[in-house]
């Protein structure tokens, strides 16, 4: 249980288009789904909280105009990186929170990642 | 500020020792704690969850907390070349989950 999917799984896109990440959990149902940007050799970095049905919450910093997030059931969020420019390049994660997964509780479930590359 | 410290390491072990990753933490309202493992250029994977005090075990891993001290730990026996990977600690109280940078974790064949 707790399988977490992202597709697509690498992106390569030029600079000015917009890029559409889905995140499904697969098994459950997940109230919130997190979204994060990781670059290389560096941790993970929070981008917002997004619930099922309401507006995400982004983190400081992070514009919400750039990165649209929708969470329009308990399996899905999207995260559109819009006008995407080369420092827009990262591996962005998705997870998805649920309260009880075989008996672990209170934890997220990555997906496995999005690379994208933005030339 | 809510946080949660690991030293980055790396953290340099031989093939069939034990391996000791530590970390800290520093909102009281933590209420559970778990240890992921992330692969180079892959998103991490979950090892283990601990939620009260004391030890436990699962397989070559165990999980110490304790809670007085604000301390959680990650103790891997009989350590691999595939265990090298980093090591994420994360505390979660009120429903937000907080990340250490992670450890790095080198297991030399």
């Known amino acids: 249980g707790a399988v977490v999917s992202q597709h697509p799984s690498w992106v390569i896109c030029k600079s000015g288009t917009s890029v559409k990440i889905e995140c499904r959990s697969l098994d459950f149902q997940a109230t919130t789904m997190f979204w994060y940007r990781q670059f290389p050799k560096q941790s993970l970095m929070l981008m917002a909280t997004s619930n099922e049905g309401s507006k995400a919450t982004y983190e400081q910093g992070v514009e919400k105009d750039k990165f649209l997030i929708n969470h329009a059931s308990l399996t899905l969020s999207t995260l559109t990186v819009t006008s995407a420019h080369p420092e827009d390049s990262s591996f962005y994660i998705c997870?998805?929170?649920?309260?009880?997964?075989?008996?672990?509780?209170?934890?997220?479930?990555f997906g496995p990642g999005t690379r994208l590359t933005v030339l | 500020q809510k946080e949660v410290e690991q030293n980055s390491g790396p953290l340099s072990v031989p093939e069939g020792a034990i391996a000791s990753l530590n970390c800290t933490y520093s909102?009281?309202?933590?209420?559970?704690f778990f240890w992921y493992r992330q692969y180079s250029g892959k998103s991490p994977e979950l090892i283990m969850s601990i939620y009260s005090n004391g030890d436990k075990e699962d397989g070559r891993f165990t999980a110490q907390l304790n809670k007085a001290s604000q301390y959680v730990s990650l103790l891997i026996r009989d350590s691999q070349p595939s265990d090298s990977a980093t090591y994420l600690c994360?505390?979660?109280?009120?429903?937000?989950?907080?990340f250490g940078a992670g450890t790095r974790l080198f297991v030399k064949a």
């Open positions: 997870s998805a929170y649920t309260a009880v997964v075989a008996g672990v509780t209170d934890t997220q479930y």
């Open positions: 994360a505390a979660t109280g009120g429903f937000k989950t907080i």
């Open positions: 909102d009281r309202v933590s209420q559970s």
